[in-house]
């Protein structure tokens, strides 16, 4: 180990294993009986105040930027779970409740 210096942050591989780890878990609220919006479907935050935010305001050029930069940071893991979780609800939907 003579004459190699260790990383300001750690073991790289190390790093990526705590990052994965620290996903948040996805809990798939069932949807209320009843008519749903798409919007119920696709709100992936329990937050009462990001859920009535109304995202028509912003300007569409900014909502863009902020979309892409959003995505090109977004751990894909994260991104393939939310996309899970909006497909079971969306297919809740097409199901008649029995």
């Known amino acids: 180990m003579a ?4 990383s300001p942050y ?10 994965e780890a620290a996903l948040p878990q996805t ?8 008519q749903n919006s798409l919007a119920a479907v696709f ?3 329990s937050n009462r105040d990001l859920q009535a ?3 028509s305001q912003v300007p569409a050029d900014l ?5 892409v930069s ?8 994260l991104l393939h779970r939310a996309l899970s979780v909006s497909r079971v609800l969306h297919d809740a939907l ?3 409740n029995t």
């Open 70 to 77: 959003t995505l090109a940071r977004l751990d894909e893991q």
């Open 27 to 34: 809990r798939i609220a069932p949807l209320p009986p009843g």
């Open 94 to 96: 097409l199901v008649p």
């Open 43 to 45: 709100t992936l935050t």
């Open 3 to 6: 004459g190699q210096h260790a």
């Open 63 to 67: 909502a863009a930027r902020i979309s």
């Open 10 to 19: 750690g073991d790289p591989k190390r790093q990526k294993l705590a990052a």
């Open 53 to 55: 935010f109304n995202a």
